[in-house]
């Protein structure tokens, strides 16, 4: 059943996109369009709950970002937790190995930071390199799974993925987060990558996504700011960019401390300090 969910044969498709993925700018990233069946990511779409009224979701709200995520797999559906385990199984692990060169990938089944991701009207994520370990399993993060699930997107409704040079001077790329795309690509120190120009979708529509992280058991010394050990997220301006001054800012705790188990912020506590 799950290899109906995808359009190819994984195993020889990584290898088809190994030089195209190593080779891209401006670090190693690749972008596929129509990979899975849309009978999968319709019921994915169709399970997609409203995080902005569930109960115990991250909701991000500051000058860098204005965001809503899931936590664990408490917003799962039935559909959507077997897709989402089925990209943490040893085919796509085989897949991303055999394009990315990166041996001995692990999927994370806490879904840390992961799994669904949702920007309402005026949301954004400004540039930035991601968290570099996770906080339970002590892990080097190491790639980023990106599918979006946004049906008849374009230009006009923002949003779009940027990936930015080290030097924070050329975006290289922008994709739009139309539906079935999905992107994949390295994560290291310099990996500047984000969706800064706001969403515009002011009827009450939303930018949706999965989003899947895989770690190694350390990770090349190019790869790391020797300045730092473990970080959190590392925002960047765009050059002529200014902080956004966001209504209503509210800190991440006051947000959801009302719903969601200590333990969390004890796991989000280990990953910034």
Excluded at 19 to 30: A, K, L, M, V, W
Excluded at 119 to 125: I, M, Y
Excluded at 169 to 184: F, L
Excluded at 234 to 250: A, E, M, S
């Amino acid at each position: 059943m799950y290899m109906h969910w995808v359009k190819a044969e994984l195993g020889g498709l990584g290898k088809e996109k190994a030089d195209e993925y190593q080779n891209n700018t401006p670090f190693p990233h690749i972008v596929i369009e129509g990979l899975f069946s849309e009978d999968i990511l319709d019921a994915v779409l169709d399970e997609f709950p409203d995080l902005s009224s569930s109960r115990g979701k991250l909701e991000y709200r500051n000058e860098h970002e204005v965001k809503l995520a899931s936590i664990g797999e408490d917003h799962f559906g039935p559909r959507t937790k077997l897709f989402l385990h089925f990209l943490n199984s040893k085919p796509v692990i085989d897949f991303l190995e055999g394009m990315t060169d990166i041996d001995g990938l692990v999927p994370d089944p806490h879904f840390f930071g992961g799994g669904l991701h949702e920007l309402k009207h005026g949301g954004f994520l400004n540039i930035h390199a991601d968290f570099n370990r996770h906080p339970k399993m002590r892990l080097d993060r190491r790639l980023n799974l990106l599918i979006y699930l946004n049906k008849g997107w374009t230009d006009e409704n923002g949003g779009q993925l940027e990936l930015w040079d080290r030097e924070m001077k050329v975006c290289h790329r922008k994709v739009v987060p139309a539906y079935n795309t999905a992107v994949v690509f390295s994560t290291t120190d310099f990996s500047y990558h984000g969706n800064p120009a706001p969403v515009n979708c002011p009827n009450g529509g939303s930018r949706k996504s999965l989003a899947l992280y895989y770690y190694t058991n350390g990770r090349p010394e190019e790869e790391i700011n020797e300045e730092l050990e473990d970080h959190t997220t590392l925002f960047k301006l765009k050059p002529g960019q200014t902080p956004r001054d966001v209504k209503g800012i509210r800190k991440l705790k006051d947000t959801v401390a009302l719903f969601v188990p200590p333990i969390v912020f004890k796991v989000r506590k280990a990953l910034f300090r």
